[in-house]
């Protein structure tokens, strides 16, 4: 499956009126823009494709973080611990 198109935020359906509002984080400050209902559908499979995006990054990230410590568990498990000679 290809992510082909992607954007951020989320899209609330306005009660009572013919618009949805899309929410989106910009310099942290949340903005709001109306957009058609029948701009919403091809919005949402958007959203939708940018939510993918980000779920496959974490389990990337989670993957590679596991490698990551089982590599430093190998290291560590393999150094001889150092002799001790105690003096006399």
Sequence with gaps: MAIERMERGKLCQMTGRPHYNHQTWSDGRNVVRYVRKEEAPE???????????????????????????????KKKRGKKPKSRNPRI
């Design 43 to 73: 919005l949402k499979k958007d959203i939708a494709g940018y939510n993918l995006f980000i779920k496959l990054a974490e389990q990337y990230v989670d993957e590679v973080i596991r490698s990551t410590r089982r590599e430093r568990e």
